[in-house]
């Protein structure tokens, strides 16, 4: 992925700068560089209308101060507000170049545009009530709301508030590399519009990455359904579920989806249903993945057929009841890549069984029951994120609050599994399926079924070709 898709914590961020100043740039260059950029979004916004800036006492301040000087130079009307005065060189220094009005933070100061910069990925104590009053006030006399980097009250690294109450922002500018808390929630949910500012940083190898549009290939001229990938869906009781599960895997391209289920029901014709025993049904060398859970059901049969299914050693993705009936003992022979899609509830079971700590961030808790299971985790949820056992991570950011309807996950695993069908490494299909389900949400119209999700599917693979 190019460098400005990955997601830096602040100590990688640290090292990240330190690289920058030892092949021979600054701080204050990079808050040059970092603040003009942002000025950029605000003169957008704000053209001339005013602006007020409110900065804090470290370089997030310190951009504030560039951001104001530069909306200056360009005709523009800014102030700023000081919260605290500068404290770090860089901030000074920047406070020294800034040649407007600096208010006080008793000033009741209105406008246009509040861009706040009163802390960014510094903040390592709650914000003191004066200050969350503060950006409150500002952000209720001003029409638009800026932050930069990151708002002021959110833990860069995590996601999480340290602040009683936050505003929204219409627009987040990140500078120099995204930051976790522009992916997760809470944080993320207050960001607005996202955008990010170039500084020059390298890639860091091990860092997290954005899930981004991926790009995808059309089928090859002599193509045929076998090695456009067959996909068993193991079903249970309930093969409505699977039926929804097995349409997505065909609309993101697997070239043939079988259903094994001991019931037989209705299916659309363009699905078979199988009702063969299921371990010789999935001696056949031609299935290239393996999806059950989804209309499993979580009775003694279906502890059964789980076990069947992943003793059967195929690429395997795991949804559903089949997260909740894992137990250590599926995988203590397996070898076989598993791809699992928990929500909260079921990443919670996962963790009871695999007896692993539900403590940390999302992202941690996700590493951690990737790392105790072996599997590639997809954990679900309004920001979802995929983490590999070998430590890879992925985050998707915030998706349609649409997809909040039953059977949407049921659609997701059938994504997944059809990319891991079609030959795609593990991880890559799992990025690859989150995309393509949340690329179909925001096509969709409002208050979307599952089953029209599902059939959204292929104007969000066609975007990847
Ligand atoms: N790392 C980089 O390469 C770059 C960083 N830049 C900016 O630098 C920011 C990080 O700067 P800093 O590390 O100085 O951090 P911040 O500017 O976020 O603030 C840190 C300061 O606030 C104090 N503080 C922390 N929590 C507080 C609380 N609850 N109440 C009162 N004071 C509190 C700290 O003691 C410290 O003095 C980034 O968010 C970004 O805006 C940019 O200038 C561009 C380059
Ligand atoms: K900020």
Redesign the pocket.
Known sequence: MPESHQILSVAQ??T??EALIARGSSVEA??DV?GRGAADWVWRVAARHRVTVLC????????GYVIAQAIRERGGDAVVVAAYPP??PAARNARNFYSGEVLARSVEARGEVFVDCL??????????LD?EALIAQLAAAHHHRIA??VPSGVQSDTGMLLAGHLCRFDLTVA??AWKFAHFLRPAAGLMGALHLID?GVEPIESAAQAIVRPSLKRPAPDAHKYTRGLVALVAGAMPGAAVLAATAAQRAGAGYVRIFSEHTGQVPSDLVLSTDPLGEALEDGRIAAVLVGPGLGRDADARERLAVALAAEIPAVIDADALVLLSPRNLSERTAPIIATPHEGELLALERAFECEATGSKAERALAIAQATGMIIVSKGPDTLVAAPDGRLACAGVASSWLSTAGTGDVLAGVIASRLANGREPFESACEGVWLHAEAARLSPPAFTAGELARAIPQALGACL
Request: charged share 20%; proline share 6%; aromatic share 4%.
């Open positions: 961020m640290r990240a700068e990079l808050m970092a804090g006492p470290g370089n997030n301040g310190g951009d404290q770090t802390f960014g990925s510094g903040l390592t104590r709650p914000l003191q200050d930069v980097d500078l120099g500084i």
